[in-house]
Nanobody, 124 residues
Framework: VQLQASGGGLVQAGGSLRLSCAASLRTFSDYAMAWFRQAPGKERDVVAAISWGGGSTYYVDSVRGRFTISRDNAKNTVYLQMNSLKPEDTAVYYC??????????????????WGKGTQVTVSS
């Protein structure tokens, strides 16, 4: 099983990036998906999560209204559209798969599969 994240890069404050996470999971549509981020010296924290069918989403307060998580089950891919980026959004972003949004949001230990990270750097 592989989760491959891509789309990171260097952007100026106020700019946008779209992250993608392609999964080799045969039953991708059975999994809730989430994006996490980890800044240097900090813990890895959830940023956004989406239910298996896409009907429910979760956002941490600091990104609500700026980031949008979505998924395309036909393509086994989850996306994170990031707008109005701020320097404090700078981090390595990871995608993860788990059984429920609750699991992904409350307990990183319940993430069943992790992708390799993609670096997002926002300059001021």
């Amino acid at each position: 099983v592989q989760l491959q994240a891509s789309g990171g890069g260097l952007v100026q404050a106020g700019g946008s990036l779209r992250l993608s996470c392609a999964a080799s999971l045969r039953t991708f549509s059975d999994y809730a998906m989430a994006w996490f981020r980890q800044a240097p010296g900090k813990e890895r924290d959830v940023v956004a999560a989406i239910s298996w069918g896409g009907g429910s989403t979760y956002y941490v307060d600091s990104v609500r209204g700026r980031f949008t998580i979505s998924r395309d089950n036909a393509k086994n891919t989850v996306y994170l559209q990031m707008n109005s980026l701020k320097p404090e959004d700078t981090a390595v972003y990871y995608c993860g798969a788990g059984l429920t949004i609750g699991d992904l949001v409350r307990d990183k230990g319940k993430v069943d599969y992790w992708g390799k990270g993609t670096q997002v750097t926002v300059s001021s």
